[in-house]
């Protein structure tokens, strides 16, 4: 896949504010942003972090070319030949940490702080939270999926309804980091080693005089991966036994048929029936797959009943995010230069949730060494170390700092890895197959409490003693002023 140049997938203010910056002379003092999300979606426990090879690959490929810098001369004549100029010379030069794939993230914690010139800080925010957004929420759409449907395997379907190609594709990697097994879109296959997979749609039925006719031809010419799908006409009147009488052929071949596929109707008696009439012909390794608008709540009633599914097709819910079309991730200024220091910042707000908090931050994952478990992600100020020494740990609630405990025998992950150093990469972005496996060893970090899908308990994101008074201690300058 050719790969665009995004650099100017920005929105318009974000070159307006670096031309107010570069006019004033202050494009080179530097700037800190870090991006996180106030609420979890779905009403899930945890969000599934996602996007940073895409947000790596934009950085990297930042540039101005000619073409863009005619069209920004011809759309503002505000922006001075100079400042084009300065465009022309754009590269990403500066500091950028990021949560790695996979990582399983709360909301209000840093999961990307940029420090950079604010002329490239401003630039990237556009982009940034749009990958981080979308690709953040299939992951965690996918990973519901993927705690409902236990050990079964789970396929991609959704690129014909997915809010366009460049969704479908990346969308497919998120759901495939996040614990589905296959996509269906080959483009996303080639692009990133994920694998494939593909039954036939009803077309290949109707287009032939009989479905019988149509489930030999298929499985003569494509011996080794037959699924029939089943309900065209009735599925347990003609698509099974049809598929039967298709599956015994194909023995007496030598070969053995993969499964059929249901898509209407009800799909526990469907596959409950199904399985019976496969088994009494001799094909209990014939599986069964399950497709028509699933979604991870679906799904759980469907294992509930007792549905005889082995394989589920999922398309529309997940690539498109149906039941809350975006994740509300921020990127926001928590410091900036002055006089060769960097000075905290803070937004206030008449909702407190959205009071920014002030400063450098480093996220760490608390982790009892007794239970192996975590206990809360703990938020300090760049600078603090005490508790990468052991030292007891008081955490409490910024909400409700009444709500308080110690803990002593804990490690302290710093959850930000460090990605771009002075505009050079110095991360080796992992695999895919690593990011699954990480993913699903995160998982066991969390007790089951945190991870139920329908109302779990709210993991504890706590904030460091310094960090909450420098806070307090902006908000108060703030109404003194
Ligand atoms: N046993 C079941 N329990 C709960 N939901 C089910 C069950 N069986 C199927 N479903 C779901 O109910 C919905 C049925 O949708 P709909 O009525 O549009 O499908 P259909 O009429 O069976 O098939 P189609 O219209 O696609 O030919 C789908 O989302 C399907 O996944
Ligand atoms: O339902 P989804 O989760 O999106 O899964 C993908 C769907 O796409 C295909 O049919 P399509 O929707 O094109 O036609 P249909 O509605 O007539 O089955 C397939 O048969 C699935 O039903
Ligand atoms: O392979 C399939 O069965 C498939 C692929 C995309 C959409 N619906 C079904």
Do not use: C
């Not at 896949?1 to 920005?10: E, R």
């Not at 015994?248 to 409950?272: A, H, I």
């Not at 975590?374 to 009444?402: Q, R, S, T, W």
Request: overall charge negative.
């Amino acid at each position: 896949m050719a790969y665009d140049n995004l650099t100017l997938h920005t929105d318009k203010y974000q070159i307006n504010m670096m031309y107010a910056h570069w006019f004033h002379g202050t494009l080179n003092d530097k700037a800190v942003f870090e991006a996180y999300f106030r609420k979890l979606p779905f009403g899930n426990g945890y969000a599934v972090f996602a996007g940073l090879q895409r947000i790596v690959e934009y950085i990297k490929e930042l540039r101005f070319d000619e073409p863009m810098l005619a069209y920004l001369a011809e759309q503002e004549e505000n922006y001075d030949p100079a400042f084009l100029e300065e465009l022309r010379k754009l590269r990403f030069t500066g500091h950028l940490w990021s949560v790695p794939e996979g990582e399983l993230v709360f909301p209000n914690e840093p999961l990307i702080r940029v420090e950079a010139r604010v002329f490239e800080a401003q630039l990237i925010e556009t982009a940034l939270l749009n990958f981080l957004n979308y690709q953040t929420l299939i992951a965690t759409k996918a990973s519901r999926i993927r705690q409902v449907a236990g050990d079964d395997i789970l396929l991609e379907f959704g690129t014909r309804r997915a809010q366009e190609a460049d969704a479908a594709v990346w969308g497919a990697r998120a759901a495939y980091l996040a614990g589905f097994d296959a996509t269906s879109n080959l483009r996303a296959g080639m692009r990133f080693g994920i694998p494939t997979k593909g039954t036939h749609a009803h077309a290949w039925v109707q287009g032939h005089e009989s479905e019988e006719t149509a489930f030999e031809r298929f499985a003569a010419a494509l011996p080794d991966q037959v699924t029939l799908l089943v309900d065209t006409y009735d599925t347990l009147r003609s698509g099974i036994p049809n598929a039967i009488r298709t599956a015994k052929k194909m023995e007496s071949q030598g070969k053995r048929m993969q499964g059929v596929r249901l898509d209407s109707g009800d799909l526990t008696y469907l596959s409950k029936t199904a399985r019976q009439m496969l088994d009494e012909a001799g094909l209990s390794y014939v599986k069964i797959t399950a497709s028509n608008d699933l979604d991870e709540n679906i799904i759980f009633n469907l294992k509930a009943q007792g549905a005889a599914i082995d394989s589920w097709g999922v398309g529309t819910q997940l690539i498109t995010s149906a039941d809350q079309p975006s994740l509300g991730g921020v990127y926001k200024l928590v410091a900036r230069e002055s006089g060769g220091e960097y000075v905290p910042v803070i937004k206030i707000s008449g909702n407190p949730e959205k009071v920014t908090t002030p400063g450098l931050k480093e996220t760490y994952r608390i982790v009892n060494r007794k239970s192996g478990k975590a206990e809360a992600d703990y938020i300090a100020l760049k600078h603090e170390d005490d508790m990468l020494k052991g030292e007891p740990l008081n955490l409490f609630d910024p909400v409700h700092p009444y709500l308080s405990k110690t803990v002593e025998d804990y490690e302290a992950q710093p959850l930000l890895k460090e990605i771009f150093r002075n505009g050079e990469q110095v991360y080796t972005l992992p695999g895919h197959e690593e990011i699954r496996e990480y993913h699903r060893s995160r998982l066991g970090l969390f007790w089951p409490e945190y991870m139920r899908k329908l109302n779990p308990e709210r993991y504890p994101i706590d904030l460091s003693p310094a960090a909450w008074e420098l806070k307090m201690n902006l908000i108060k300058q703030h109404q003194k002023q």
